[in-house]
């Protein structure tokens, strides 16, 4: 007992194995919304070419550029590249933390929140880039129609020489 009594009392607790393996998951779910970040940057990206495509088989001038669904998507492979970066150096962090004993820190929830805040508002203007390229096409689609109306009476009222062979 005696032997005890001299040693000092160690008060910090080492951190268990589910304490590692849970900080690892939630790394991996962090990595998950990163790729899931650029992969759908990606495919806003390509989009924009996909509507130039459109327009270019339906013979309609480009009045307006696509280039906002370009600038979108790299935006979102950027935030994409960022949540990647700060799950990275947060783990890190945890870790080193949990080795040394000090998990009593409060962890905040402010990426998550800023996250799904960012997300909220490059959803709201996708659904806002959409409507406007809605509301050209059917602006340029009832023009087209009107101009194909008025050749086709002007060609049925003016008769042309018919070559035949």
């Known amino acids: 007992m005696q032997g005890t009594a001299n040693k000092p009392a160690d008060t910090t607790q080492k951190a268990a194995l589910s ?20 992969g759908f940057g990606f495919v806003v990206a390509r989009f924009g070419l996909f509507l130039q495509q459109l327009q270019v088989m339906q013979s309609a001038s480009s009045e307006h550029s696509n280039g906002f669904s370009l600038w979108l998507g790299t935006l979102l492979i950027a935030a994409g590249v960022m949540v990647c970066a700060l799950a990275g150096w947060h783990h890190m962090r945890l870790v080193r933390e949990l080795s040394r004993g000090e998990t009593s820190r409060n962890h905040s929830a402010t990426e998550a929140v800023a996250i799904a805040f960012f997300l909220a508002l490059v959803g709201l203007a996708m659904a806002i880039y959409l409507i406007s390229i809605r509301t050209a096409t059917r602006s340029q689609n009832a023009d087209s129609q009107e101009m194909l109306c008025s050749l086709a009476a002007k060609t049925e009222s003016s008769t042309y020489p018919v070559i035949t062979r």
């Open 19 to 38: 304490d590692y393996l849970a900080a690892e998951r939630t790394l991996l779910a962090w990595i998950r919304i990163g790729l899931a970040l650029m």
